[in-house]
């Protein structure tokens, strides 16, 4: 049971990584940057959506590079 | 400089250093020879490497609370904790070899205390270093039983490529091919490392996303997790692929080669002397250019590979 829970967080180690650590990565970046996102949306909206877009792409991929 | 016995297989060396001339030896006394260097240059302790694990992770420590107190920019911290990581694999490789002192010895729990201590901004669990280390002298080379095989490369820019791809989620090589060395290891011994290894990658994300929710994302980022990608590249570039390079032969005398790098010795962490620790792992590595060059003519007639060293 505990062996299959570990299995699965590291199999779903790039969305984990992505909501765990890019998100509020690149919400400090914005804050830092003063970028207004687009849209009406929060840094923290904006930066939701490109640690998601990165991590779904990594986690679907299984890398985070550009070319395999 | 000074000309040394000239046989075609002695060396020029500096004068100071020491030389043999090999030329009409017996494959017997040419073994004599090469162990009498290599003892005269182990059994001693490696203070140096000891007093470099402390300082450099100490210094990775301090760069926390400076960073996050404000007292250090963290563009200033950055590169310091970039080279933290960088320096921190080699301490901990001496006492993966039982380098500093050998179980039953007096000094023992300092061996271990630089293994565990010294490969902390790594994330490595020692366990884990010294048995897949441990792997690779035994199967240096073997593409299917040498855990560094996979940093192969056919040149540089390659080898640094490969590092990077070895590190992503779904690769097989570079350290994501450790659990597979050690499940094959299969001892008691290997399978508490694995279990230390899941526990330091739970430790070591937890932090990283506690410190990023908290307002410490870049902080994390660039005193932690960026300088690890680098140092882990440049390890892999230094400690595996250059010395192996290109990595196809096996054997003791033809896995590992002695080359010279524009860099210098200090920059590639004493790796130009490589062979040396793979005949004997038990010499200390500030150690291992002065046995290299006494031991050079010997390894001339052994056939190594000597690329302009």
Redesign the interface.
Known sequence: MVLKL?KFV?EC??L??AV??L???F???IG?ADWVPPFGLSPLEMAFLLAMAFGLM??VR????WRQ | MAMAAIDGVSVVTPSARVTHDVSGMSEAELIKLERAIANKHMGHVPWFSIVWCFANVAVWLSLWPLVLLGILPIWAAFPIATLNVMLCYLPSHEAQHDIIARPGQKLRWLNELVGHVSLIPLVLPFGVGRLTHLEHHKHANDPHLDPDHSTQASGPLHAIWKSIKNRQPRANGGLNSYGETLQRIGTPQANRAILTAVIYEFGFYSILFALAWSGHAIEAALLWWLPRHIGLTYIQFYLSWAPHHPATAKGRYRDTRAWRSRFGNILTMGMQYHVVHHLYPRIPLTRTPAAYWEMRPILDARGVQIDGL
């Open positions: 570990v590291f180690g790039p984990i990584f765990g650590f998100w509020p990565l919400a400090q970046i830092l990594a986690q299984g890398t985070w590079l």
